[in-house]
């Protein structure tokens, strides 16, 4: 066997034929659209590894582009299992930033601004100078906004018509947020910083106008390759249009099919319209499933499959057509579709499944609850702690920061000083055993069991890397070496597996997996949530769904409640998407309801509907009646309403018509909307509110 073959054979004798087709064509544009679970990740690292191995590229000169530090971690972490460790691989953003970082001085001058970590700060001490009110919530969601903006490229001074049409995000109009889009600007100069948007902004204007710069960039990477290309806002696409210059040696990998992000202004466009810009680039489709039963890839495609029978509204274009994956696992249990009486209800049955799946042998580490918004997960912590099952909240308290993982740093650092060549596992359990690591779990829960959780997912860790660097792979695999790794790790918080059911929400759980998920709160206004009013919206929602599926390798259990509360009014609906799915249902939302429900609001009535005459008032419409006629609310409901929003106001530190005006109270008083939908439709009942309260309105409603 000559060098070539031996090299095929170790770099690519383990991929499928069409990873094998992406892995061994190293030149000119390519287009991989690739599924879920279908080894994109391991295609692309291959790919490079070839490459690297092959001579047709050099390491330093081969950028990988993600989305996430710990993607970005993790492609570095196969990379070097592959022998390729000199290849850049990184964020966007810290692409973005290393570059800013060493062309800053020559190009601008003096030191670099500080970078902003967290925007609430500035945004509040903006929303001040303007003398306007904001929450946490309110500063949150103008947070995100600005983030939009930015990354379309807009200004303060272009938002206005651009962001025409989009919902008034905390309440605010359009003109209100340009304005503080602009203070925000404003504060940030006086403070001489910068946010992370900005770091993509100047390094986009720097290789736009100075052609050195640009040049030597240009010089120093000769080949890209961008991850979950679908998600890619028009900032980063001009960032990566610079980079790339007049070259094609591009190769771009997405599944418009989980385009999550739009709201954060990822549009998968670019995926979709790549053969346009490169007419002559290589097409190749991964629809090989190797992580799902299939079950459960059959599940995922009749999810994606109807949406292409209902076409879309306003003589749209069509909505692209979805790959269809195939399953590559055995066959195993069937997806499982259950209603609850209520929330409660839904959580204890969930734990009792997740109990018998312990039970069975699943490990706690490969569970998790998906759920639409991160307020779902209460009910589930709950449910859990009562049945003595560890947890984990994915987005809580990073793994790195935890006090007991620094203080196992600290002396995995000083081990490493005296430590020789002796084999990594029993030193680093040796290490751990005076902080109270052992063998077997304790018997105990809190902080006792979360301790040893944290110490037991670095030992581990420690096993895995010697497994796959040191003895089992014929090298050395040091003591030393898991420090720098652990190190590397906690830069990018790519956090070890921790013991423990993961609780996440769905947007949380892209780029993850589980041999067992649950799908829970799939019921009308959560799945799709209450304001996706526009078919691009919901669609989008189905998207989501679509990834929470496809999370899951063997067990899966999709379940929603009729009612929040115990005891409460059984007003929910599951969620249309599983129309024609789950047993015993329609095959579509009009077989169930004789029409497509309309998500827009309706307009407010121009005459009284007591007794006929012409509604004057801004306050009149909202009610519906003139303000002779008597009101038609209970005054026990009312009065409930107008305590809840006293005690809302007082917790948030904000005037009570923040939260609804009088008008709006006495309209959702008369109304007593029985759904999410029904009060979306009452005037002073936006989006945003009605994410914020709207669950709160309803248990009132309930009750009362």
């Known amino acids: 066997m000559d060098v070539t073959d031996n090299l095929e054979a ?207 960039v240009r010089d120093q990477y000769r080949h890209f390759v961008v991850d979950e290309y679908q998600d890619v806002s028009p900032l980063q696409q001009r960032l990566l249009d610079l980079w790339l210059g007049p070259r094609d040696e591009l190769c771009v990998v997405g599944d418009a099919s989980q385009t999550i992000y739009s709201f954060t202004g990822a549009t998968s466009r670019h995926l979709l319209e790549f053969t346009k810009r490169f007419p002559g680039a290589e097409v190749v489709k991964l629809v090989r499933d190797y992580r799902s039963t299939p079950q459960v890839v059959n599940l995922a495609n009749s999810l994606l499959a109807a949406r292409t029978k209902q076409p879309r509204r306003g003589g749209s274009d069509p909505w692209p057509a979805p790959l269809e994956l195939i399953a590559q696992r055995p066959t195993g249990p069937e997806p499982s ?63 790195f920061r935890r006090k007991e993982v620094r203080d196992a740093m600290l002396q995995l650092r000083a081990g490493a000083r005296a430590a020789g060549t002796d084999p990594v596992p029993q030193l680093v359990r040796d290490i751990l055993a005076n902080l109270g690591y052992t063998a077997q779990a304790p018997q105990s829960g809190g902080a006792v069991r979360e301790r040893w959780e944290s110490l037991a997912a670095l030992v581990a860790l420690a096993d895995e890397l010697d497994k796959a660097r040191g003895s089992a ?29 993961t609780l996440a929400s769905l947007h949380s759980a892209k780029g993850l997996e589980w041999d067992a998920v649950f799908l829970v709160g799939l019921s009308e206004g959560l799945m799709p949530i209450s304001f996706a009013d526009t078919d691009d919206a919901v669609d989008e929602e189905r998207r989501l769904l679509y990834v929470g599926i496809t999370r899951a390798r063997e067990h899966l259990a999709l379940s929603w409640s009729l009612a929040r509360t115990p005891g409460g009014r059984a007003n929910r609906k599951p969620s249309r998407f599983l129309d024609g799915l789950r047993p015993q249902s329609s095959s579509s939302v009009q077989s169930r309801t004789g029409a ?45 309403l107008r305590q809840w929003r006293k005690d809302t106001a007082l917790e948030a530190s904000v005037p009570a018509f923040v939260v609804f005006t009088d008008a709006t109270l006495v309209a959702i008083a008369e109304a007593r909307p029985q759904s999410m939908q029904e009060l979306s439709r009452l005037a002073g009942v936006g989006p945003a509110k009605l994410e914020r309260y709207g669950e709160d309105v309803l248990r009132i409603l309930s009750d009362n």
């Open 337 to 399: 579709f259950t209603e609850c009486a209520d929330d409660e209800a839904e959580a204890a049955q969930v734990a009792g499944r997740i109990r018998t799946l312990l039970n069975e042998g699943v490990a706690a580490s490969q569970i998790a609850v998906l759920y639409r918004t991160n307020g779902q997960s209460e009910a589930y912590e709950q449910a859990l702690a009562s049945a003595d099952i560890g947890y984990q909240l994915r987005g809580g308290e990073r793994f």
């Open 473 to 501: 792979a014929g090298g050395v695999f040091t003591l030393q070496d898991l420090v720098t790794e652990l190190e590397e790790r906690a830069a990018a918080q790519h956090a070890p597996t921790v013991q423990g059911v």
């Open 10 to 216: 170790r770099i690519l004798g383990g991929l499928d034929e069409e990873q094998r087709h992406v892995a061994s064509t190293l030149t000119g544009p390519m287009s991989v659209l690739a599924g879920a679970g279908t080894g994109k990740t391991r295609a692309i690292t291959h790919r490079i590894a070839y490459g690297v191995h092959s001579g047709v590229y050099k390491p330093q000169q081969v950028l990988a582009v993600t989305f996430t530090a710990r993607a970005a971690a993790e492609m570095r972490t196969r990379l070097r299992d592959l022998g390729v460790g000199g290849v850049q691989a990184r964020t966007f953003h810290a692409a973005a930033l290393r570059q800013l970082q060493y062309f800053w001085p020559h190009a601008v001058g003096g030191p670099l601004p500080g970078l902003l970590d967290h925007k609430a700060q500035v945004i509040a001490e903006s929303a001040r100078r303007l003398r306007l009110t904001t929450d946490r919530a309110a500063i949150r969601d103008l947070a995100a906004e600005i983030e939009w903006a930015k990354v379309s490229m807009l200004t303060p001074d272009t938002y206005l018509k651009a962001a025409a049409g989009r919902v008034e995000p905390a309440g605010f109009d359009l003109t209100t947020i340009s304005r503080l889009f602009q203070a925000y600007e404003d504060v940030k100069t006086d403070r001489n910083i910068i946010d992370f948007e900005d770091v993509l902004l100047i390094t986009v204007g720097i290789l736009q106008e100075d052609a050195k710069v640009a040049a030597t």
């Open 596 to 640: 497509k429900p309309s998500r827009r609001k309706q307009a407010a009535p121009a005459v009284c509907r007591v007794c006929g005459t012409m509604l004057n008032s801004g306050a009149e419409r909202k009610v519906g009646r003139c303000q002779n006629c008597p009101p038609t609310y209970e005054e026990s409901t009312f009065d409930a």
